[in-house]
């Protein structure tokens, strides 16, 4: 580190010391991106005085360190107690991160009705992982009644915000009818954003896409080129169907 970023990072730190919420949240962030367990401890004392300032940002951080034990030992209960601070100000990382918890509790504390909720407040903001927990607890009629519509509904805003398991979902969807009209043609082109992502799954779909002329002109080459990178993910299915092809 250079004088010049010595110095800086000294008057930073009078800042912060001297209780500017831009120092503290600053220096914290400066800290959590060493992505060290020394970091991650040093952060810690900016974070508090930043909560305690109510920044939602820094709830939320704290928050994500004592659910992963990042500098201080886990502690469910206080995680929760940060993201419920940080939620309650809107912040959708919190309100996800809440409502997972919620929805990971044992027993009689699960609470699947507050995990959609919270889920919703996020999903609602664009939070793309609050997006796609939705569609999955109407899949699967976790805390609401299962609904193809909605389950559609979500994981295609999930996919449209650059989720590639939503997107080899919602291809999915589109392929079979499954909450939407069938259609062929969306279902290879949901499934081909899923493949260029890499999802083993996407790919071994889009090659039968290919092989059939499903949505897509019948192309043996192309269909050849997919499963072959589902095979080379070590997909069986995908290994089956090339020994069965003229390749």
């Known amino acids: ?11 930073l730190r009078a ?11 600053r220096l914290a962030d400066l800290y959590l991106r060493q992505e060290t367990a020394e970091g991650h401890r040093s952060a810690l ?3 508090r005085q930043a909560a305690k ?8 951080e704290l928050g994500r360190a004592y659910q992963g034990g990042l500098g201080v030992p886990k502690n469910k209960r206080l995680a929760m107690c940060y993201y419920e601070l940080s939620a309650a100000q809107g912040y ?11 929805a990971n509790r ?20 664009g939070n793309r992982n609050a997006c796609f927990n939705l569609g999955l607890c109407y899949e ?56 260029r992502a890499g999802d083993v799954y996407a790919q071994y779909n889009l090659g039968l896409c290919y092989r059939e002329g499903e949505g897509v002109p ?8 997919w499963l072959r990178k589902a095979a080379a993910q070590g997909y069986p299915n995908a290994v089956q169907r090339l020994s069965r092809m003229d390749v």
């Open 15 to 25: 800042r912060a010391e001297g209780g500017s919420l831009y120092a503290q949240c």
């Open 1 to 11: 580190m250079s004088i010049k970023t010595n110095r800086s990072l000294e008057r």
């Open 106 to 125: 044992k027993g009689k504390d699960r609470n699947l009705k507050e995990a959609v909720r919270l889920y919703r407040l996020a999903a609602r903001q």
């Open 45 to 47: 004392p900016w974070l």
């Open 218 to 225: 019948r192309n043996h080459r192309r269909a050849a080129n």
């Open 140 to 195: 699967l009629g976790r805390g609401v009644p299962q609904s193809n519509a909605q389950l559609f509904r979500w994981y295609l805003k999930a996919a449209e915000l650059g989720d590639s398991e939503a997107q080899r979902i919602v291809g999915y969807c589109c392929h079979e009818g499954v909450g939407t009209r069938r259609d062929f043609g969306m279902a290879a082109y949901w499934y081909r954003r899923a493949a």
């Open 92 to 102: 959708d990382s919190a309100q996800l991160n809440l409502g997972i918890l919620h």
């Open 53 to 60: 300032q109510g920044d939602c940002w820094a709830q939320y």
